[in-house]
């Protein structure tokens, strides 16, 4: 069974402080997408990664880095957590080069910056 | 700027009845569309994907439409029943650089 996996499932931390979100995918997919999900915004991208140590900008990538150093590891990083990335945060992983191609998700990783 | 829009936040059917969930999008051709379910505190997961060469696709219950002259897609659930109560969401790579980017998605009750 095809597997990603978020390293955590619920987390709070403070506000200014460093936060690491971990993804990694049993698939041997090329391409690792972070997400955030907010009510009445949908999904929206914030970083996409197609290969080991290439990253591309999402629609919103302010306040996020990422990092890629395995094919089946890709980690966000919130530099200094605000409360306004409160948030549910979703990786996923797909095939790259096949268009029409679907996206396999973890099981999300809700954060609340106090 | 291009867009997806989930026309219907909330749709509540009743069970036995086919639920229809609409999802248009503007300013782009995509070569696919793709919808998925969430249930809550999950990920999406996949249901289906249609070409934009091919009008409908149906898997069990469901079926799936693609106009491309009207920018829309049609995503219907018959006999539906109350575990297909969930959030939907429809997909589009809208930059044909495999970047997923969804609809916000219709949350869907189906009533005993």
């Known amino acids: 069974d095809v597997k990603v996996t978020q390293s955590s499932r619920y987390l709070v931390k403070r506000t200014g402080e460093k936060v690491f979100l971990e993804c990694v995918q049993d698939m041997d997919h090329e391409n690792m997408f972070w997400y955030r999900q907010d009510p009445g915004l949908g999904l929206r991208l914030i970083y996409f990664s ?3 140590k290439m990253k591309e900008k999402g ?8 990092s890629r150093e395995k094919k089946e590891r890709f980690s966000l990083i919130l530099e200094s957590a605000s409360t306004n990335q409160t948030s549910m945060y979703l990786c996923a992983s ?7 191609t679907e996206a396999f998700f973890g099981q999300g990783t809700r954060l609340t910056v106090v | 700027s291009q867009k997806i829009e989930q026309n219907s936040e909330a749709l509540n059917i009743q069970e036995g009845k086919t639920a229809t969930l609409t999802c248009n999008y503007t300013n782009y051709s995509p070569a696919y569309l793709q919808w ?3 249930d809550p505190g999950r990920g999406p997961v996949f249901l289906l994907l249609i070409r934009e060469n091919e ?7 469901l079926k799936v439409t693609f106009d491309t ?5 049609l995503f219907h659930i018959t006999a539906s029943q109350p575990a297909d109560s969930a959030t939907y969401l429809c997909a589009l790579d809208l930059r044909g650089n495999e970047k997923l980017t969804f609809g916000t998605g219709t949350r869907l009750t189906i009533i005993p």
Request: aromatic fraction near 10%; hydrophobic fraction near 20%.
């Open chain 1, 50 to 52: 197609y290969d080991v």
């Open chain 1, 59 to 66: 629609d919103i990538p302010e306040g996020y880095s990422v």
């Open chain 1, 94 to 100: 797909s095939i790259m080069g096949r268009i029409n």
């Open chain 2, 36 to 38: 998925y379910r969430q």
């Open chain 2, 55 to 61: 009008k409908e696709k149906r898997k069990e219950r």
């Open chain 2, 69 to 73: 002259t009207l920018k829309q897609s």
